[in-house]
């Protein structure tokens, strides 16, 4: 997949997020959840642009690792919001399958670029 498409996937996936966390309960325990997977969600597509620009193969290790953390953990908080009910589960599996696919990419970029370097080894 090409960078500027996965650039503009990772932007419309937290646009998404914040979509979804418009329509949460005002309450306390929603509010404090909305405030971390629109933290996570906004760094996978910011440290994703900072992989984009990695100047060697550990910095893109380094960045990357952090866009899956962050992927992961935006997954996390979307699953958290569907035990507590908070948002009707139609509405949250395009986010969790989109979480789930770009998280699936990301690690499998790690992968690749691990093995390749294990090889010049």
């Known amino acids: 997949m090409e960078s500027i498409e996965l650039k503009n996937r990772t932007t419309r996936f937290w646009v998404s997020i914040i979509d979804l966390i418009e329509k949460l309960p005002s309450d306390i325990a929603p509010r404090v959840v909305a405030n971390q997977i629109v933290r996570s969600a906004t760094s996978v597509g910011a440290n994703y642009r900072a992989v984009c620009r990695a100047r060697s193969d550990k910095e893109f290790i380094a960045k990357m690792s952090i866009v899956a953390e962050e992927s992961d953990e935006t997954l ?28 699936s ?10 093995t390749r370097l ?4």
């Open 118 to 121: 294990r090889g010049y080894s």
């Open 76 to 103: 996390y908080w979307r699953e958290l919001m569907g035990l507590m009910n908070w948002i009707p589960a139609q509405e949250l599996e395009p986010v969790i399958k989109e979480a789930n696919e770009l998280t």
């Open 105 to 114: 990419i990301f690690v499998k970029s790690l992968k690749t670029i691990k």
